[in-house]
């Protein structure tokens, strides 16, 4: 920002990958910034070996003392995923709904994170002074309770971020979006409305989540033998229905895999859980009890490899064995890039004999995200003066500006963001400004940022026809050959019964260099690409396969 | 087989991935085997650098003599395209209709197998005997012309093979299902009904291809500028109703894409794709017509990364420049595995500016495969004893093995089939008979089963984490260090920025060598090993990562 720029309000995110401004907006008038969420992302199929993606905070870092806190609007980790990783470059106040904390306190307390960091709790009442900007919340409905949506008081005019959101007309708990309260901010008059664009493609209303309870009761009460329910950790809505069920049904429950144990944990430590006192028993006790009196809820719902589910549908499963006859419901639709490994796992609990429930051919599963109607509704209480769509790729984004166009917002006023892109508004005008720098930084182990375009070019290449080591020890006194050449492969053929080939390559690299080193060629970078260009050749004429080639070169 | 066991009929799958029995199905009776489609599968995500999937054959190759014929139901790659490598093992005719044929043969050529084979076509009215079996067939619809089902009739009794189907009651080019043959064959008596399962979760009709030509009509009387239509090359069907909305409205069509250039081509010549004689343009001459004359058929409705459409997207390819305000039409659903990749174009297209119309917003796009009410028409026009699901994951074979008990099919008469279960056949009474062999074979490159467990295993490894090489040169006299150690990553850190921690494992491995040279172990193998334990320990500490380690020693 420069001099002359201090005195507009820019709105801008960094960080996500094809969901724009998913997992961390930045919003700034002159020396004061607040952020909201910190989410981390799940690497694309293409980033091999990496674990985690968060955002380049680099921005942040250099602006850290006008930083003046970091907003969550609920506890999913694509929200508040990156905070042990940001806290410890710029150490900010964290603002949060209570369960909200909740999870980000566990989190910070396995980061060795949490007594350093100010973290302030709010709710619906809260406002909060943020330099010039003054912050309060209002609720929505999400697949996690405490979700909010943040209105920020600026000197420009308001700014609402609704975070993610749908309107749920009969939640479970009773906990309604706070439709007065937007309505209250939409009368006051919004400056500008960033709002969730997931499931902008999808016509209608998104529908309510107690329909999944009414599913799991029908379940529940058919079912003669075990029931295992499988979903996302966080959907305490979810759990609660299930819990309800056992309840209704007579059956105890048993929660399996570790993050549903620490959600559940910490979901009923602050009351957002309610569970009956002896209903919940531990996993060890589930073979005392007849089959038509234990439940067990689950993780892995997504196929995940090591889940609880997965080992339980491979017969691996230390403590739960599926038997036929046993229902199991997997309540949750697959994240794009899982359908194979769901697939998978369904296909192995029909084998054992299991009465799957999966969202292909059942309705036990909702979208935590409004469709086109919500989001109409959402932008008739806000009515914008400007709009722009956040969270998703960047045709959701451009529906979600359609559907603001049939609602009457001015196209002229809606603002399609790629990540970097900064809006800026000034005397009430909005337009586009320079861009800022952003990227995304690649978790690999613990080596943050240091796996980079090069490392993950070599990754691919190794993942596709492996690598072939060929090293030779040579004579520093003439230049003779003393060792080798050997060569060693990995990835590449099965050596044992491709010794005529690697016997003939391993003659190709000899002549190769005698004939570099008759020519007097002395530079070992020449020679390693005479020794690199004749084996590639030569293996590629054989094999049609382009193995890595390292020549190494030992002088003695 | 046993002798004992000559006189049953068997009728078993060779090959299929998730997919049971989709690739390859064999009917044997005594000496004489029939073998229906031969088909390749896609490598699955874990099959790193794996280029197709065949059947393992041995079965096959090891009873060659008795091998009558190979039966082709249609001409999409997952039934035809295994034949060049299974043609190369065993020199069996092949039976198919004119158009499957035209495919098949111009994959021979290109596999210089085409004079050695023996070719014939078939059609509705054709009796093939093939040993003690005669085959026939009836003419299905699909998303390929001229797909037929098969009618063997054997010793005891008729079985019938349905391939690939849906019924179309409208169909494109008025080829109508022929539902009279099957009422005949029907009521002849079949034994055994083997019946595609791929839609088999999915309610209702699937509709008829006709419902997308609307789609495109309306498409094209809208359109004011260039009309790109992406879809899968075989879909002469589509194809056809693309044509047909040029000659309409007035356009000029180009083809893109080396499939899509080659299916036009074979389809026309075989009177498949009836093309008014001066519609089809070179795609040079498209910039020399007005935009509002011209369409595109292309390829690349997957998002693949270098197809035509792919590349148009990333304003990448030479010819075809889209403009904003041009249409693109994706006609085809992603196929499992390849959202994001079509999500990717499709959002490149929108920032080109292009009306991008796709299956999640619109029609247009019908699948190929019955569901389940298709299912059920063919289940009741065949009344077979038995009941064989075939083409479908585990789940799909069991939702059509309920749809058959739903019409009235004997519970116990239905055989859910893994591959390379056996269902025998004796006097009229089937059972499971002993397992047959059978596996898949991965192609890489020219390598044809090369790949095996191992290779992948340490493609798998070296994806993760890359490698380190680790060198070093000992003196044959008395075993002291000469050169190096030498260390080498690749796919690990970016060396640049991490010279401290390969400076630290250096030392690591120099130490460990001459702990272990001073305790005289003189085993290459427990040097190594030594090595490989110090340095992965280290590594692991420093950085959480798992590198392959390859220790080299060299000795002179």
Redesign the interface.
């Known amino acids: 920002m420069t001099k002359n720029q201090r005195e507009k309000l820019s709105i801008f995110a960094l960080g996500g990958l094809?969901e724009i401004g998913k997992n961390m907006y930045v919003v700034q008038y002159g020396h004061d910034i607040v952020v909201i969420d910190s989410g981390l992302m799940f690497p694309?199929?293409d980033m091999?070996?990496i674990d985690i993606v968060i955002p380049d905070i680099s921005y942040l870092v250099e602006h850290q003392e006008k930083v003046r806190g970091i907003l969550l609007t609920h506890g999913h980790e694509d929200h508040i995923g990156g905070l042990p990783y940001i806290l410890r470059k710029i150490n900010v106040p964290i603002y949060a709904t209570k369960l909200t904390m909740g999870l980000v306190e566990h989190k910070l307390r396995e980061a060795h994170l949490l007594q350093n960091t100010k973290r302030i709790v709010v709710d619906k009442h809260s406002e909060v002074r943020l330099g010039v900007f003054k912050a309060s919340f209002f609720h929505t409905n999400h697949s996690i309770p405490d979700s909010v949506g943040v209105c920020l008081e600026t000197p420009e005019g308001i700014v609402v971020h609704t975070g993610d959101f749908k309107f749920d007309m009969s939640p479970v708990n009773g906990n309604f979006a706070d439709m007065h309260k937007m309505a209250e901010i939409g009368k006051k008059g919004v400056l500008c409305l960033l709002s969730d664009s997931t499931n902008a493609?999808r016509p209608g209303f998104t529908g309510s989540e107690r329909q999944v309870g009414e599913e799991i009761n029908e379940i529940f009460r058919k079912a003669r033998q075990r029931i295992i329910v499988a979903t996302f950790a966080s959907n305490i809505h979810r759990i609660q229905q299930v819990v309800d069920a056992c309840h209704m049904y007579g059956r105890k429950l048993a929660v399996v895999g570790r993050s549903m144990v620490n959600v559940v944990n910490i979901a009923s430590d602050l009351g957002y859980l309610k569970i009956p006192s002896d209903l919940i028993i531990d996993l060890d006790e589930i073979n005392r009890l007849p089959l038509d009196q234990v439940a067990v809820i689950s993780t892995g719902s997504q196929g995940e490899a090591m889940s609880a589910l997965t080992r339980m549908a491979n017969a691996a499963h230390r403590k739960v064995e599926i038997l036929p006859g046993d229902t199991v419901i997997i309540a949750a639709t697959p994240i794009?890039?899982n359908?194979?490994l769901i697939?998978?796992t369904?296909?192995q609990l029909?084998?054992i004999g299991a009465n799957?429930i999966y969202s292909?051919?059942s309705h036990v599963h909702v979208s935590g995200h409004g469709a086109q109607e919500d989001l109409k509704l959402m932008l008739n209480l806000m009515k914008p003066k400007y709009f722009i769509p956040i969270h998703g790729?960047?045709?959701m984004l451009?529906?979600h500006a359609k559907l603001a166009e049939s609602v009457g917002v001015d196209p002229e006023h809606i603002f399609i963001c790629e990540n970097g892109d900064i809006v800026e508004f000034s005397d009430g005008k909005a337009s586009f400004g320079p861009k800022v720098y952003t990227g995304k930084v690649l978790i690999?182990?613990?080596?943050i940022g240091?796996?980079?375009n090069?490392?993950?070019r070599?990754?691919?290449?190794?993942?596709?026809?492996?690598?072939l080591?060929v090293?030779v020890?040579l004579s520093k006194a003439n230049g003779t050959i003393?060792?080798?050449p050997?060569i060693?492969s990995?990835?590449?053929?099965?050596v044992r019964?491709?010794e005529k080939l690697l016997d003939e390559a391993n003659k190709i690299v000899y002549h190769t260099m005698e004939r570099c080193l008759q020519e007097q060629v002395s530079e070992w970078a020449s020679l390693k690409t005479s020794v690199r260009d004749a084996l590639s050749k030569f293996l590629y004429e054989?094999?049609?396969?382009r193995p890595?080639i390292?020549p190494?070169i030992?002088?003695?």
Not at 444 to 447: A, M, R
Not at 490 to 494: A, L, Q, S
């Open positions: 094809d694309e199929e091999l070996g493609e794009p890039g359908e194979r697939g998978r369904v296909d029909f084998r799957v292909t051919t790729e960047y045709r451009l529906a690999d182990g613990l080596g240091d796996v980079g090069i490392v993950l070599d990754r691919k290449l190794l993942s596709q026809d492996g690598i080591v090293v020890t003393l060792s080798g050997d060693i990995r990835g590449f053929v099965y019964e491709s054989k094999t049609r396969r890595m390292l190494i030992m002088e003695v």
